[in-house]
């Protein structure tokens, strides 16, 4: 089945570029900017990779961006994941980027998204991996902060593909963002947003994000199972949702494996990502064997975890098509 599962064509929707942020990339980062790290090795680094929740995961996550200052920074942090995704035959991947995270400390919109797009376009033409971006906006800063980064990417608006919400749900509903959002649908973004695992009010939040801010998909999305009328909503609308398996396992109490089951059985459009590969040890490739291995899925299964990913991209028809045909090319093999 690992055989199996390394040459299933993939995609992957749910990757935030910050979070894959390997311990040697951060050393040399830090050592082009002159930065001191706290630390002395990788393995000191690995070593504080420690949380288990969401709130003390975000705290190491934030602060290690700092080493990112310039554009060869971005780009070469989003070459080493499509390095890293290409080797595990993916595809294609919707990558989120958090420019608020870099703003906030002075480094600019422009020096960000002209880094990981120089990357995308290098990826495609040299390892044959399509990409697009996802703008995401910080939940935990105010929806006037967002609308500002939204407004800052319009000269941009070509090279993003749509926006996202993260960072720290606890008192941040969608709700907050509604005006954001409408803007960006307006703007022609397509729309999606975290509704983490096991937060406060994770059905509520759900809720609005469907109902009141029409998303085209969810992230995380796995509290819904809670409540009937919401996976009714998600499979009328024909929803997807991005869960991560090894992250629900670092943040909660399990990687959720039997919701991932229910879903699938629900036929619901449920997609396995890795989230934030560099802090939960685990790329695409790893979270599908851990969830193989812990659901006994058949062949089949996995394909069809394939098959929605593919289906919920953002992409045109045709293309969509092209790499279902790979997939089922590769199933029939």
């Known amino acids: 089945m690992t055989d199996f599962i390394e040459g299933l064509p993939k995609c992957e929707l749910h990757l935030h570029i910050e979070g894959t942020l390997e311990p040697e990339l951060k050393f040399e980062l830090a050592g082009r900017n002159g930065i001191d790290l706290p630390y002395a090795s990788v393995e000191e680094i690995r070593a504080a990779y420690s949380f288990d929740d969401l709130p003390s995961f975000l705290k190491i996550y934030y602060e290690g961006m700092d080493v990112l200052r310039t554009e060869p920074d971005f780009y070469d942090l989003a070459m080493a994941y499509l390095r890293k995704a290409a080797s595990q035959n993916v595809r294609y991947a919707e990558i989120f980027f958090d420019p608020q995270a870099h703003t906030s400390r002075g480094v600019p919109f422009d020096i960000v998204i002209r880094g990981l797009r120089r990357a995308l376009i290098d990826a495609e033409s040299r390892l044959g991996i399509r990409?697009?971006?996802?703008?995401?906006?910080?939940?935990?800063?105010?929806?006037?902060?967002?609308?500002?980064?939204?407004?800052?990417?319009?000269?941009?608006?070509?090279?993003?593909?749509?926006?996202?919400?993260?960072?720290?749900?606890?008192?941040?509903?969608?709700?907050?963002?509604?005006?954001?959002?409408?803007?960006?649908?307006?703007?022609?973004?397509?729309l999606t947003m975290h509704c983490d695992v096991d937060q406060e009010n994770s059905t509520e939040h759900i809720?609005?994000?469907?109902?009141?801010?029409?998303?085209?998909?969810?992230?995380?999305?796995v509290n819904a199972l809670e409540d009937p009328s919401l996976v009714e909503a998600i499979r009328e609308r024909g929803l997807g949702l991005t869960v991560c398996p090894i992250s629900n396992g670092y943040v909660t109490d399990s990687m959720k494996a039997d919701a991932i089951r229910r879903m699938l059985d629900l036929g619901l459009r449920v997609t396995v990502n890795s989230d934030d590969p560099a802090y939960f040890a685990g790329y695409v490739q790893e979270n599908l064997v851990a969830l193989a291995d812990a659901l006994d899925l058949s062949r089949e299964d996995l394909v069809q975890l394939e098959r929605n990913a593919f289906e919920i991209t953002w992409l045109p028809r045709h293309l969509k098509d092209a790499y279902l045909a790979e997939l089922d090319a590769y199933a029939a093999g």
């Open 207 to 221: 809720r609005q994000a469907i109902e009141e801010i029409g998303v085209n998909r969810v992230d995380h999305g």
């Open 131 to 190: 990409a697009q971006l996802i703008m995401c906006f910080l939940r935990d800063f105010q929806a006037e902060y967002a609308m500002a980064t939204l407004l800052e990417s319009l000269p941009y608006r070509e090279w993003i593909v749509g926006v996202g919400l993260d960072s720290d749900e606890k008192g941040n509903p969608p709700v907050k963002f509604k005006a954001v959002y409408e803007r960006a649908r307006q703007e022609g973004y397509l």
